[in-house]
């Protein structure tokens, strides 16, 4: 950052009085510029006992697999992005059932907000930011091609869940790197 974005004079990278980190601080007006993570809301949506994916059309890792999901927007509530990102990339509806998990990436600044959702309906086509959508059945689902560590993590925590019956939310920080 260079510049104020309240009044448009430099800023500097300095501690203010009264915090313990580093902000940029502008140099005329004093406004103390926060830079926080974003929040990233998505939904493993399910029918019939399959979950929904899509492939990705844009970059980052495109033409990989992920759960509908992406970073929230100013006005809108955690439940609602999630079910917006999956329309928007699965053109499909759905009904948020529960919080599956609340993962940190403190490398790079998100904190994913994963639900579970059923569809509405066994309607779904590719959004413009996806290449196809498809229901994966759990031992079909393309674990080498998935788009991101933090996916393959929450889908990992999601099957696991399954598998024992139990359904609490999953919270952790993750690593930098993730296989």
């Known amino acids: 950052m260079n510049y104020c974005g309240e009044c448009g004079k430099s800023v500097t990278k300095k501690i203010p009085q009264g915090d313990n980190l580093p902000r940029f601080v502008c140099d005329s007006c004093q406004v103390v ?24 059309a844009i970059e980052p890792k495109s ?52 639900f579970i959702g059923e569809l509405l309906a066994e309607e779904f086509a590719a959004g413009e930011e996806s290449l196809d959508a498809r229901l994966f059945e759990k031992a079909d689902i393309p674990w080498q091609d ?10 990992r925590r999601y099957i696991e869940d399954i598998r ?16």
């Open 146 to 155: 998935l788009a991101f560590p933090v996916i393959k993590d929450a889908l």
């Open 63 to 114: 033409g990989l697999w992920t759960y509908p999901a992406g970073f929230m927007e100013i006005g809108e509530g955690t439940e609602e992005a999630a079910r917006r990102e999956t329309f928007e990339e699965a053109r499909a509806k759905v009904r948020i059932t529960r919080l599956h998990s609340v993962l940190s990436l403190p490398h790079i600044g998100q904190v994913y907000l994963t």
């Open 164 to 179: 024992r019956g139990e359904f609490g939310v999953h919270v952790a920080d993750l690593p930098g790197r993730l296989s």
């Open 33 to 56: 510029h926060y830079h926080n993570p974003k929040i990233v809301a998505g939904c493993i949506a399910e029918w019939n006992g399959r979950i929904l994916l899509c492939r990705r």
